[in-house]
C-alpha cells in the first residue's frame, strides 16, 4: 500500500503544489479533516473518509484495502502537522510526504516580507498558564503565533498590554487565503479591544524600547524596586542561577522570593516556563507584583504565603530556590521532593548555622551531585580621586539534585 502524506496548503486549493494535487487524483482513498475531505474539488474522485487522530487514520488505511490513498493534512506537514503523531504508526505501507504552504510562509508573502527570521510559536490548544507570549516577543520578536483555544488573538493581545507591550505592533491574518481574508495591522493595545475570526494568526514585532535581546543572567540591582525587603545581589544572583541550570519549559518554585530579583530574572529568561514566587511579608510581596509589572513577567505568579503550606497547591517543579525559610528548611525541602524526586535544588545561606543546616538536610534527603560555593564580592566606591573595594557579606550557595527516592 502506499500512502502519501499530502500538506494542502492553506485552504484554498489554488496553494495546494502541483505535486500534492498528482497524488489526490491518483488516490483510491483520502482522509483528512471533515472540511477538507468534504472541500474536494469534484475533478478528485477517490472515496473520501473524515478522520482527524492518528490512530483512527492508521486504522482506516489498514482496513480500507486500497492500493493508493492520501492523508490530508492542513498547511505544511512540518509545522504544528499531525504527521508527526501519524508517521510513527505507518510502518506497514509505503509512505511518501509531500510538503505544503504553511502559514508564515503565507502571511509573509502577502506582506512582501521574508520570514527567516520569525520565532513560531503554536498557542493553539496550550494552557494560559503555560505560555508567556510577552516574554517571548521580548526576547525573539519578532514573533509569528498560531492562535485557537484559550489563546485567542484577543488573549494574546490583551496578554501583550497588560506586560508592558501595549504599543507592540500586531500583524492579524484572518482566513489566510479564503475570499474573506484580511490583514490588519495595530498596537496590542487597540487590537485587545477588537474581534477577530477563530481562524486567525499573529505576526508580533516589539517596539525598540520593548526588546530584550540578552540571555546573559545578573539584571543590575538598581534596575529593582527594592523598599527595605532583602534581595539577592545581581553577581550572587547570576551564580545562582546557573546552578538552577533551568531549561525553557521548566517550572521553578521561589521560596522566600523577597523583592522578587531571582524569580523575575528567571521568568525572562524562560519564557517558555512558569515561575511561582512564595513571599510571606505583605510590603516584600507588593514589590514583587510591583517588579513582576515593571519587567512584564507574565509567567511569574505571585503566591503570598507561608511555605511549606503555600507549596500544596503549586504544580511540581523542575528546580526550586530557597532564598529564605522561615525556619521551614526540612519541610520546604520535603515538598519539593514530594512533588518530583529528581528536583534541583539551589539554596543561598549567610549564616554559618543556615549552611550547617543546608548542608546536612542535602545529605539527610538523598540529594545527590550536592555542591557548596562561597561566593564573596567586592565593589569599587570611588572616595576622591581614589577607589575602594567596598566587600559584602560573602554568600554561601548549596546545590542538590533529588534522585534517591525514586
Not at 65 to 92: E, M, N, Q
Not at 93 to 108: E, F, H, M, N, W
Not at 276 to 282: F, M, N, S
Not at 310 to 334: C, D, H, R, T, Y
Request: proline share 7%.
Amino acid at each position: 500500500m502506499e500512502v502519501t502524506l499530502v500538506g494542502t496548503g492553506m485552504g484554498d486549493w489554488d496553494t495546494l503544489t502541483l505535486a500534492g494535487w498528482k497524488a489526490m487524483e491518483q488516490a483510491e482513498l483520502l482522509v483528512g479533516a471533515r472540511r477538507l475531505v468534504e472541500g474536494l474539488p469534484p475533478a478528485i474522485k477517490g472515496r473520501r473518509e473524515a478522520a482527524v487522530l492518528p490512530d483512527q487514520i492508521a486504522q482506516l488505511l489498514r482496513q480500507s484495502g486500497a492500493r493508493r490513498a492520501c492523508v490530508l493534512l492542513s498547511g505544511d506537514t512540518g509545522f504544528y502537522s499531525g504527521a508527526r503523531g501519524l508517521l510513527p504508526l505507518l510502518d506497514f505501507c509505503q509512505v511518501k510526504v509531500v510538503p505544503g504552504i504553511a502559514s508564515p510562509q503565507y502571511l509573509a508573502a502577502r506582506l512582501g516580507v521574508p520570514w527567516q527570521d520569525f520565532t513560531l510559536v503554536s498557542a493553539h490548544g496550550v494552557e494560559r498558564d503555560r505560555l508567556d507570549p510577552a516574554g517571548l516577543v521580548r526576547r525573539c520578536s519578532p514573533v509569528f503565533f498560531l492562535t485557537g483555544g484559550q489563546w485567542t488573538v484577543q488573549a494574546l493581545c490583551r496578554h501583550l498590554a497588560e506586560n508592558g507591550l501595549g504599543q507592540a505592533q500586531v500583524t492579524v491574518g484572518e482566513r489566510l487565503s479564503y475570499p474573506e481574508e484580511r490583514l490588519t495591522t495595530l498596537p496590542a493595545r487597540q487590537a485587545a479591544q477588537a474581534e477577530w475570526d477563530t481562524l486567525s494568526v499573529a505576526l508580533v514585532q516589539a517596539p525598540p524600547e520593548g526588546i530584550r535581546r540578552t540571555c546573559v543572567p545578573g539584571i543590575p540591582d538598581e534596575a529593582f524596586l527594592r523598599g527595605k525587603a532583602p534581595m539577592t545581589k545581581s553577581e550572587v544572583r547570576a551564580v545562582s542561577l546557573s546552578k538552577l541550570a533551568l531549561e525553557p519549559e521548566d517550572t521553578l518554585w521561589d521560596v522566600g522570593a523577597g523583592t522578587g530579583s531571582v524569580a523575575v530574572e528567571a521568568a525572562l529568561l524562560c519564557p517558555q516556563g512558569q515561575v511561582y514566587a512564595v513571599e510571606c511579608q505583605p510590603e516584600a510581596f507588593a514589590l514583587l507584583e510591583q517588579n513582576k509589572a515593571k519587567f512584564g513577567a507574565g509567567n511569574l505568579h505571585p503566591v503570598l504565603g507561608m511555605a511549606p503550606q503555600a507549596l500544596e497547591e503549586l504544580p511540581p517543579p523542575q528546580a526550586v530556590f530557597i532564598g529564605g525559610s522561615k525556619g521551614n528548611l526540612q519541610a520546604i525541602l520535603q515538598a519539593a521532593l514530594a512533588k518530583n524526586p529528581r528536583v534541583r535544588v539551589v539554596m543561598n545561606a549567610i549564616a554559618l548555622e543556615t549552611l550547617g543546616q543546608a548542608a546536612a538536610l542535602l545529605g539527610q534527603l538523598g540529594f545527590e551531585r550536592t555542591e557548596i560555593v562561597q561566593v564573596a564580592v567586592s565593589r569599587a566606591k570611588q572616595a576622591g580621586p581614589y577607589h575602594m573595594m567596598m566587600g559584602q557579606n560573602p554568600v554561601f550557595i548549596l546545590r542538590g539534585e533529588g534522585g534517591a527516592h525514586d
